[in-house]
């Protein structure tokens, strides 16, 4: 394994094998979590802008159903890769388990440069990819949801696709939608709230004051943004944000509304008034209480884990933190939210999102907030808890957790034909 940036589907796998051992896990049962269920790939000719013809390489990779229908993200990327594409779908498997929704883990990718696509060339790549692997998505099947580089009119455009194929309205074969078409309000909020319910729970269990608590985001998206933005809200300290461009820091705070604002014009967090620029890698460095990784995978590896000052990682990105300096964080003391209860948030909101469709429902936001609150509490206190009797780290209690779940349910299943 490169440990700097190692594969993911291996980093995964590894993740697997530390929980099937504290587990005790059956063999049989090891291997059967190792595979995805089922992959698909597809290949996606569109007429492009120009009148060429381009092929683009997607896929579809459903990982276990053993507690309900597939739920997972689509990405539009250049470097999508099949092997990326599992890991997550299985990472969502154990992130389902973990907050205790009945989905099962599902992840799917386009192998394209969304950026450099006009939203005709978009669309037809999405009707396509939504035509092909039509079969095996639905309500009950796998339920795709937007991801890095696709958003809510991606999933208009497949609810579309999927629902002239049957002849009427589907709105529940998709979350991520626009409100208009039956989407969550609260979405774009939902993954971040989870971030900060986390952090708060962290934060009491730790003895640590929230009100004299500094804070780093790494990222400044729509997790990263909405997590410094509620987190100042609540009166934490904000210190540093950052985006592709670089970070920038004040010790004294700064106020993620203005650099929202500031953003909108300039383009970049960069620039903003009273600060001072940092890199990315300086960002993850700098001392503070409580550091939030909101950005992309292997933000944090072995050569960088030993700088690490901050006293909580929260770990709002998927996969943020490599296996070697997840351990060295350990080692350190550190206190690691791990990505599968820390950003769960947002698949719970799909989650919401998929049941009102369903029952042809509308909660009122309210009434939506709690129900994130008290799943989250409840979530980070049952993987505490199993953290404090197992002597165990938090990723480790976490995985115990939701690979203990998605294994109890396949062996009462059982095996057929056997
Ligand atoms: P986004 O595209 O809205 O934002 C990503 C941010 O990270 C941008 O500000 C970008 O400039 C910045 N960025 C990218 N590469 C960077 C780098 N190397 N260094 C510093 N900043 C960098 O994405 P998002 O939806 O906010 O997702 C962020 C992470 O959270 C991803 O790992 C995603 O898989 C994960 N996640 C998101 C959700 C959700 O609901 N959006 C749910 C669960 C997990």
């Given at each position: 394994m490169n440990e700097v940036r190692p594969?993911?589907?291996?980093?995964?796998?590894?993740?697997?094998?530390?929980?099937?051992?504290?587990?005790?896990?059956?063999?049989?049962?090891h291997e059967v979590l190792k595979h995805p269920k089922r992959s698909l790939i597809?290949?996606?000719?569109?007429?492009?802008?120009?009148?060429?013809?381009?092929v683009f390489n997607g896929c579809r990779v459903q990982h276990s159903d053993a507690l309900g229908p597939f739920k997972g993200g689509v990405r539009y990327h250049p470097n999508v890769t099949l092997d990326e594409i599992t890991a997550l779908a299985i990472l969502?498997?154990?992130?389902?388990?973990?907050?205790?929704?009945?989905?099962?883990?599902?992840?799917?990718?386009?192998?394209?440069?969304?950026?450099?696509?006009?939203?005709?060339?978009?669309?037809?790549?999405?009707?396509?990819?939504?035509?092909?692997?039509?079969?095996?998505i639905g309500p009950y099947r796998d339920?795709?949801?937007?991801?890095?580089?696709?958003?809510?009119?991606?999933?208009?455009?497949?609810?579309?696709?999927?629902?002239?194929?049957?002849?009427?309205?589907?709105?529940?074969?998709?979350?991520?939608?626009?409100?208009?078409?039956?989407?969550?309000?609260?979405?774009?909020?939902?993954t971040a709230m989870g971030v900060v319910f986390c952090i708060r729970e962290a934060v009491k269990h730790l003895k640590?004051?929230?009100?004299?608590?500094?804070?780093?985001?790494?990222?400044?998206?729509?997790?990263?943004?909405?997590?410094?933005?509620?987190?100042?809200?609540?009166?934490?300290?904000?210190?540093?944000?950052?985006?592709?461009?670089?970070?920038?820091?004040?010790?004294?705070?700064?106020?993620?509304?203005?650099?929202?604002?500031?953003?909108?014009?300039?383009?970049?967090?960069?620039?903003?008034?009273?600060?001072?620029?940092v890199t990315n890698e300086e960002l993850l460095e700098l001392p503070c209480d409580i550091l939030v990784p909101a950005a992309f995978e292997n933000q944090i590896t072995r050569v960088n884990a030993d700088n690490i000052k901050a006293r909580v990682v929260a770990e709002a990105a998927n996969a943020p933190t490599t296996p070697k300096a997840d351990k060295m964080l350990n080692e350190k003391k550190i206190f690691v939210i791990p990505d599968i209860l820390d950003n769960s948030g947002g698949v719970t909101s799909s989650y919401f999102e998929w049941v009102q469709n369903l029952t042809r429902e509308r909660w009122s936001e309210?009434?939506?907030?709690?129900?994130?609150?008290?799943?989250?509490?409840?979530?980070?206190?049952?993987?505490?808890?199993?953290?404090?009797?197992?002597?165990?780290?938090m990723r480790t209690a976490a995985l115990i957790i939701g690979v203990g779940r998605v294994a109890e349910a396949i062996e009462k299943l059982g095996l057929w034909p056997s």
């Open positions: 594969n993911p589907l291996d980093a995964t796998r590894h993740q697997l094998e530390i929980a099937a051992e504290s587990l005790g896990l059956d063999a049989s049962i597809v290949s996606l000719p569109v007429k492009m802008d120009d009148g060429t013809v381009e969502m498997t154990w992130k389902c388990a973990v907050i205790d929704i009945p989905y099962g883990g599902a992840k799917g990718g386009v192998c394209c440069d969304p950026k450099e696509m006009s939203p005709r060339e978009l669309e037809h790549l999405t009707r396509r990819y939504a035509t092909m692997i039509l079969d095996l339920v795709p949801a937007p991801d890095l580089y696709t958003d809510e009119q991606t999933m208009a455009w497949i609810m579309d696709t999927y629902s002239t194929f049957k002849g009427y309205s589907v709105p529940e074969s998709v979350t991520g939608k626009p409100i208009i078409l039956g989407g969550f309000k609260q979405r774009e909020e939902a640590m004051n929230a009100k004299k608590s500094s804070v780093v985001v790494q990222g400044f998206g729509s997790v990263g943004w909405n997590a410094a933005r509620i987190l100042h809200e609540e009166g934490y300290l904000v210190m540093a944000v950052s985006d592709t461009k670089g970070g920038i820091y004040n010790p004294k705070g700064i106020n993620p509304v203005q650099v929202f604002e500031h953003k909108k014009k300039a383009g970049s967090v960069l620039g903003f008034k009273g600060s001072k620029q309210r009434e939506a907030n709690q129900k994130l609150e008290r799943m989250m509490v409840k979530a980070f206190d049952d993987v505490y808890r199993i953290s404090k009797q197992r002597e165990t780290d």
